[in-house]
């Protein structure tokens, strides 16, 4: 049996599966976020800590076992989330400071290191997305992290550190090649933190987690009963592409969660299009994973939800055709690839929709920016389709909308969690558990047409608005 751990923006969520890939058990605890005005978001660290905990307690019940036997377990964790606490007492000293966090914007514009030896160093675009400007942000901002350092008891780094560290025997003070990446401050090709970038934040490497592989010994993972060794300690995107057996290179996998990740496996020789990221592939020196990533995709029909102050929103409104709706400009969660631009503001054309028409213009924002991150790889090998999966796959009407909005086909996976089925795949190392393609979703050409004559009004609206805001 292996149990998989995977703490996501939304919740934490434990999986026990035996050896044929079947699910024993599982247990999710959904968390809160909190948003402010001036791109703060969120999260109480001891909420997902006890969110961890209660969903590994929740899936060892369901799955009616005992934790000796468990050969191993894996972590998966989201990214750039990041969070500051003391070493000796693990008390938090900070809020965690989600990904889509912007507040450090300001001082990101300080740092004198530029977009160039970022992404050299890096495989990143320069963003307060990452952890770099959330760190020096805390350290210029936050007293208790700064009588933390003073009495050489600070640690910082990414949320799944903190994690780690409380969850493990021993306390480890570490980070996965994976996740230490989405700090901004990690060598890709050295596999360690860069002294350039550290010394452009001021930040002192000693502070700072060890950086190690995603596949290793970590320690053993407290469970009611006794304990597990955890054996993967991964990057939550960066194990979607796993989860799939032989993704061939004119194919790309597309994981439709709070964020629509978009990942094409290539060789670790091939250098990201500009506006593209270069992203760790776990337990493979051999391949990189060029990466574009859509921040508003479940967050953005959260946002509408919100906007409407309903509680559920009428999914079966994306399964109808709609000539007339509005478009949107997806800034929720800021620009991400390859824009990475903050302060657009969201917006409909024509303003004044009803719900379920401007849901249908959600659901074709997300295909316009997913069509941006194509683009910007159109020096790349033509693709073929997209393999996709992630729990917004289950919307056919979403996914009908993307495959007119990109003019590929899509090869749609009924595995919700791709993160988790790749987690699995590593941890076992049997390919025969990959994740099976069960439908292909295809436009028609009129379809195709139609989305091609409205992405090139949208992208003059999106341009318009990026040249506006300077």
Known sequence: MYLILDQGGHGSRAVIFDAAARVLGQHLVEIATRRGDDGEVEQDPEAVLRSCQRALGGALAAARVRPTQI?????CCQRASIVCWDRRSGEPLTPVLSWQDTRSVELLDRVAVDVETVAAITGLCRSPHYGASKLAWCREEVPAVQAALRRGQLAWGPLASFLLFHLLDGRPYKVSASIAQRTMLYDLAEGRWSAPLLQAFAIEQ??????????????????????????????????????????????????????????????????APRGLLRSVVPGSSARIAIEGTVNGAGAAFDWLREQHHCLALPWSALD?????????????????????????????????????????????????????????????????????????????????????????????????????RGALVTLAGDAALAATLDETVAAPAAAIERQTRRYQAWREWLDGELAGAG
Do not use: K, Y
């Open 71 to 75: 050969v191993a377990a894996g972590f």
């Open 206 to 271: 000693a502070t700072l987690p060890e950086c190690v592989s995603d596949l290793g010994e970590f320690g053993r993972l407290h469970l009611d009963g006794g304990s597990v060794p955890l054996r993967l300690f991964a990057g939550d995107q960066n194990l979607v592409p796993l989860a799939f057996d032989s993704l061939p290179d004119d194919v790309a996998c597309l994981n439709l969660g709070t964020g629509a990740f978009f990942l094409r496996p290539l060789p670790a020789s091939q250098a």
């Open 320 to 420: 109808q055709a709609d000539a007339d709706m509005p478009m949107f400009l997806n800034s929720i969660g800021d620009l991400g690839a390859p824009f990475f631009r903050t302060g657009i503001r969201p917006a409909f054309r024509p303003a004044g929709a009803g719900l379920e028409q401007q849901m249908r213009g959600v659901a074709e924002s997300i295909g316009f920016l997913l069509r941006c991150i194509v683009d910007a790889g159109s020096d790349l090998p033509p693709l073929r389709e997209l393999w996709v999966g992630g729990g917004l796959s289950r919307s056919q009407g979403l996914c009908q909308t993307l495959a007119a909005c990109l003019g590929l086909p899509l090869q749609r996976s009924s595995e919700r969690d791709l993160s988790v």
